[in-house]
């Protein structure tokens, strides 16, 4: 089938966006990389910038984002850049921050590196821990019913990344990257590159990089895939950005996935995708509590007959 000249420029907006972002970065204006509102406005604009690119080269139209998606899809970006943030370094980084700090421990060597190096080293290490983290989501029930409701989204699209149960949210983005020392704009750089990709890997556009990129970094193919009806078809592909970490522990599986959701493919509602991983217990309290109802029932019925 012939590539049209559409699709084949699209093959290549994935990484003229990460070079976009790391040249901004590596070069941009002093005052706008020192300003702390510069990475806030840049992960947002990533996925604005995505979506519309959605609206130009649709991937699948049973994907094609609507009200109700994008009012969900909102709540949990701003969940995520909000509260979740919040969390994430109250409660890991400035803790791993302060024990860095008693403990005496430097990296200078982290620091000394050449400012790419430190951008691969964040994107390796960070992607490192979420691969793992999202490894164990699959493979262990507490830590799935945490991760199921992301698998229970009925379409993808850019935004759909941070859609998860809030406890997932938190989980995922986890890191010891705060134990390096390295330069703000080498990790600002990196976070921008792994958005960059992430959100990509969800997203409804038809663009299919080149195999060297698609060889180290995740793309929608692949992700699609991890997002299939069967729960059998999810155990794959699990690196948010760095695919080649499934190459390399033996979960890597080519193909593509279009129809996306768990069992029937309900679409959960953000207060069920909330208590998910509270569900059975909520279920065993309810019936219990009908039993017990019923034997009450059972014990006074006849009396009162009598
Ligand atoms: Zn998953
Ligand atoms: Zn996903």
């Not at 994935?14 to 706008?32: N, R």
């Not at 029930?141 to 379409?155: D, M, N, S, Y």
């Amino acid at each position: 089938m012939e590539t049209s000249l559409k699709n084949r420029v699209f093959n290549y907006i994935p990484p003229a966006m990460i070079a976009a972002v790391l040249l901004f970065w590596a070069y941009g204006p002093e005052e706008l990389l020192a300003n702390p509102w510069t990475m806030i406005i840049i992960s947002p604009l990533i996925v604005v910038v995505i979506l519309l690119l959605e609206q130009i080269n649709e991937r699948h139209a049973g994907w094609r984002m609507n009200r109700q998606e994008f009012v969900a899809d909102l709540y949990y970006n701003v969940l995520g850049a909000t509260l979740i943030a919040w969390l994430v370094k109250a409660m890991a980084e400035d803790p791993l921050l302060s024990i860095k700090a008693s403990l005496g421990i430097t990296t200078q060597w982290a620091a000394a590196l050449p400012w790419l190096a430190q951008v691969m080293l964040v994107v390796t290490v960070h992607e490192f821990g979420q691969y793992w983290m999202h490894r164990l989501m699959h493979n262990w029930t507490p830590f799935w019913l945490t991760h199921a409701p992301h698998h229970h989204i009925t379409q993808l699209n850019g935004s759909k990344g941070w859609v998860g149960n809030p406890i997932e949210l938190f989980l995922i983005s986890l890191s010891v990257i705060a134990l390096f020392d390295l330069k703000d704009t080498a990790i600002f750089a990196a976070y921008s590159v792994t958005g960059v990709i992430s959100t990509f890997a969800h997203a409804n556009v038809r663009a299919d990089p080149p195999i060297w990129y698609s060889f180290f970094f995740t793309t929608i193919r692949n992700h699609s895939l991890h997002h299939s009806t069967d729960y059998e078809s999810t155990r794959c592909n699990y690196g948010n950005s760095l695919i080649l970490l499934d190459r390399i522990f033996g979960t890597y599986r080519e193909g593509e996935g279009i129809l996306v959701g768990q069992d029937d493919r309900r679409r959960l509602s953000i207060w069920e995708q909330t208590v998910f991983p509270f569900q059975p217990l909520i279920d065993r309290y309810k019936a219990r509590r009908a039993s017990a109802g019923r034997a009450g029932d059972d014990q006074n019925g006849p009396a009162a007959t009598a």
